[in-house]
């Protein structure tokens, strides 16, 4: 939702092509490694301040650290330390939204303006009557937060409010209910994640005999209601093109050979969100898959753990920009990235999987349903929300 109020200097559309936002174009000098971006005349923010290079310099090194960022009248000057070709896509990630600081205040330059805010309850937004690329259709938003998936799922029924998100493994029912459902690709990844790089070969063997254990198709088709796709890759096969040779689900025979080459096993403990009762019944099935195997998990709720079952959603639908958030959502090795092709983006991905560090298992779909009387809803490959575009009708009695 922070789009709804903050903006960026670019956006990326549906196939990931990086298109101007904030931005009007951008050139890079060769090597890729200093960028001029040049900035969108008549932008303001909510309090009237004029969007300037300054201030979207100062929020650009703000976020970047590692970025040599400087203003140029009516651009901005962007110099990195290696080759950043994807550096237009970067651009289009939330965390590097524009905004003014004023009194310690945020303030941005999107369609909607903050009206009130009680920190992980509730938000009000109103129309910015004098948004550069035109207001919103409708006056005010209401946001419930920190409501469960059953919750969201009352207040629907009970009319209370016009959209909710649904979680994957209830899109068909919600479809076969009669609903409104907008679903996304299979895009955010759940996967396992280990604390700590194996200290061995034959811990590497054990990691290796763990991933080959799990019957993800299971997982997905009875737990999930096929609300993901299994995966043995980071990224989708829709955006890289290659997951495919990153091949998923369960071989049972090579898992063994592979745990015999480990002459030494421990067991691990498995940590899985509590609040969440699908990740309880698929951390049971990863444990019972692990047993077929001979390999011992433990679980738990909290405290240390070897191992984490996590679901991180998507920051990008460029697969380089994703990548490269993949890897520090897990803690893994930055990707270089410093070539165009998908051989380049390929072996990247390949070197954060050898790290024997993730198992990736599923890639998830993300959905709404929205009442009858919503229209024109639209949210990015990303899973942005574009309500400004939306437009409401009255509901037939």
Known sequence: MTGLVFETLVRLDDRGVPQPHLATSWQAESGDQRWRIFLRSGVTFRDGARLDAATVAASLRAANPDWKVMA???AVVIETASPRPALPAELALMSNSVARHENGKAIGTGPFLISQFDSGKHLSL???DQYWNGRPFVDSVEIELGKSYREQNALFDLGKTDVIEIAPENI???EAGGRTVVSSRPFSLMALAFAEPPKSADESHAR????MSFDTTAINHVVLQDGGEPTGALLPNWLSGYAFVFP???NLDAARREKLLA?????WTLRYDAADPVSRVIAERIQLNARDTGLTIQLAISGASDLNLLEIS???ADARVQLRELASALGLPAPKLTGNSAADLYAEEKALLDTHQVIPLLQLKSAVSVRANVH??????????HVEDVWLSPEKP
């Not at 290796?208 to 991933?211: E, I, K, M, R, V």
């Not at 002459?263 to 067991?267: A, G, K, L, S, W």
């Open 72 to 74: 140029a009248a009516d």
């Open 126 to 128: 109103k129309a910015n």
């Open 172 to 174: 068909h029912r919600a």
């Open 208 to 211: 290796n005999a763990l991933a």
């Open 248 to 250: 998923p689900g369960k």
């Open 263 to 267: 002459r030494r096993i421990t067991p």
């Open 314 to 316: 998507p920051s990008s």
């Open 376 to 385: 024109g809803w639209n949210s990015s490959t990303s899973g942005e929300w």
